[in-house]
């Protein structure tokens, strides 16, 4: 069984900064892509940025300059460093990995979800 934790949500005034982390733990043979994404009251989850096994990152039009993912492949970890946010940043960010387990193939597996808020 594998778990994936976040941390690092919160409350912050526009132009702030926050960290998220999420941890994989349990039967990991290894992780494929690393994503983050974003689901805002009302609206559908969307991608905000991923990272693949060789370390190359992508963001979404929405993000890109302003937020950094990161990877630590020894702690099964996925970071990201959201800098300059904005209001519409506000959202539940969840991570989401493709791990293939012992004795298993690649799947998806989602955190719990953490709340970003950006409010003055």
């Known amino acids: 069984q594998v778990q994936l934790v976040e941390s690092g949500g919160g409350l912050v005034q526009p132009g702030g900064s926050l960290r998220l982390s999420c941890a994989a733990s349990?039967?990991?043979?290894?992780?494929?892509?690393m994503n983050w994404y974003r689901q805002a009251p009302g609206k559908q989850r969307s991608l905000v940025a991923f990272?693949?096994?060789?370390?190359?990152?992508s963001y979404s039009d929405s993000v890109k300059g302003r937020f950094a993912i990161s990877r630590d492949n020894f702690k099964n970890t996925v970071y990201l460093q959201m800098n300059s946010l904005k209001p519409e940043d506000t959202a539940v960010y969840y991570c989401?990995?493709?791990?293939?387990?012992?004795?298993?193939?690649?799947?998806?597996?989602w955190g719990q979800g953490t709340q970003v808020t950006v409010s003055s």
């Open positions: 990272i693949t096994s060789d370390g190359s990152a």
């Open positions: 989401n990995m493709v791990i293939e387990v012992t004795m298993g193939g690649p799947r998806h597996y």
């Open positions: 349990g039967s990991i043979f290894s992780i494929r892509t």
